[in-house]
């Protein structure tokens, strides 16, 4: 079973970073792809970040392209979103998600999903 905890949010200013940790304390989800989703008030849940179970392949929406980088470190059974020059529309509850699927530069999520970390970016 794969045990997903959400970690490192919280309030910055414009233009400042943040780091999230998706820990499983599961067993390893070395093999899953992995992805990251964020929810606004009011607003659907949307895709954020991809990672292939490899490694080797990454997607971001368009939104956050250039800014974000998603990761994972094997040898920790851990995930990661390093988020840069932020802006006050990331302000969202964020999700970390695996066992999806990569398909056609698109993810979709599978069963396993992180309590979720509140990110707000103060303009």
């Known amino acids: 079973q794969v045990q997903l905890v959400v970690s490192g949010g919280g309030l910055v200013h414009a233009g400042g970073s943040l780091r999230l940790s998706c820990a499983n304390s599961g067993r390893t989800f070395s093999r899953y792809d992995m992805g990251w989703f964020r929810q606004a008030p009011g607003k659907e849940r949307e895709f954020v970040a991809a990672l292939s179970w490899s490694g080797t392949s990454t997607y971001y929406a368009d939104s956050v392209k250039g800014r974000f980088t998603i990761s994972r470190d094997y040898a920790q059974n851990t995930g990661a979103l390093q988020m840069n020059s932020l802006k006050p529309e990331d302000t969202a509850t964020y999700y970390c998600?695996?066992?999806?699927?990569?398909?056609?530069?698109?993810?979709?999520?599978?069963?396993?999903w992180g309590q979720g970390t509140q990110v707000t970016v103060s303009s």
């Open positions: 998600n695996a066992g999806g699927v990569i398909y056609n530069n698109h993810y979709s999520p599978g069963d396993y």
